[in-house]
């Protein structure tokens, strides 16, 4: 039985998941069915696990997906090349490239080449533009999304909030940073970011009403680095050694939740918090893009 101030990621993403069934029946009603391409690139252990999770997700609501693997070798043309299809196919509302991409591919460039309208996954310089200047109409990243749609169900005011945000990556710091700093609902917060030539990084943690660690560091925040009552959102995707595991390692976040779990107001476990989370963004934006398109 979990702690009263572990928040479950899994069952506010089900609570998500259930509502956007609705929607999808609506859509479906209609005779609209919406439908995701993903795409992979080499076989990246972790990007195999990662879209095949996202695949049973679809499944699950009724949204129909096409998963494209591509080999490693494959180059930027013709990638690119592939991505126009998808872009023109009026059965496909989405369109997900799995990063990491191989080096010889720009990934900034693949991002640009999807259709804004298509761009479930927020990376789209015209959707990254629109999150920075506040206009509701584009698509926000998944993962941060997640994390505001977690603080949100949670009940956790963000309103006047010290928010301190470990990393400033494209995925989540950034992104997080600017849904925070809105004015509006679930924003309204004062955001630090910190980062490897931030000095003194404890101070700022300390400092924090709402810590949002994606450093990708294993285990980086300390108990002593958190202030008591403080609100945890672990980002973190880290593989470390485990002697016990079939695989002989196994995933943690960011913090050290055994140990920071006992002082935190509130804290997500991981796994089982803001990754749930990021699937069901990606599926609340499939789903309104597949209501835009109607």
């Known amino acids: 039985m979990q702690a009263a101030n572990v928040v479950d990621g899994r069952a506010i993403a089900a609570q998500i998941q259930q509502e956007l069934a609705a929607r999808v029946a609506r859509l479906k009603s209609r005779g609209v069915v919406p439908g995701l391409a ?26 129909v997906s096409e998963t494209h693997v591509l080999p490693e070798k494959t180059s930027e043309k013709e990638l690119l090349a592939l991505i126009g299809q998808f872009n023109s196919a009026a059965h496909l509302h989405g369109i997900l490239v799995q990063a990491p991409l191989p080096k010889h591919i720009r990934e900034s460039v693949v991002f640009a080449t999807v259709l804004p309208t298509k761009d479930v996954d927020g990376f789209h310089p015209v959707n990254v533009g629109k999150l920075m200047l506040g206009d509701a109409t584009g698509f926000k990243p998944c993962t941060p999304a997640g994390v505001v749609e977690l603080l949100v169900r949670s009940g956790v005011k963000t309103d006047g909030a010290e928010v301190v945000i470990l990393g400033r990556g494209n995925i989540v710091g950034k992104p997080m940073a600017a849904m925070l700093c809105q004015k509006g609902k679930a924003a309204n917060a004062t955001v630090t970011i910190c980062h490897s030539a931030t000095r003194d990084i404890k101070a700022h943690c300390l400092r924090a009403d709402i810590l949002v660690a994606a450093i990708g560091v294993a285990h980086f925040v300390k108990a ?9 959102m672990d980002v973190g995707v880290n593989r470390v050694p485990d002697a016990t595991s079939k695989t002989g390692t196994k995933l943690v976040g960011d913090v050290d939740f055994a140990n920071v779990q006992p002082i935190a107001g509130k804290i997500t476990p991981n796994p089982g918090g803001v990754g749930p989370m990021t699937i069901a963004m990606l599926l609340q934006n499939t789903v309104r893009a597949a209501e835009m398109a109607a």
Do not use: H, N, Q, W
């Open 224 to 232: 002593d680095m958190v202030k008591p009552g403080a609100v945890i």
């Open 38 to 63: 993903f795409v992979r690139v080499g076989e990246d252990p972790a990007s195999k696990v990662y879209v095949g999770r996202k695949e049973k997700a679809c499944a699950e609501l009724g949204i």
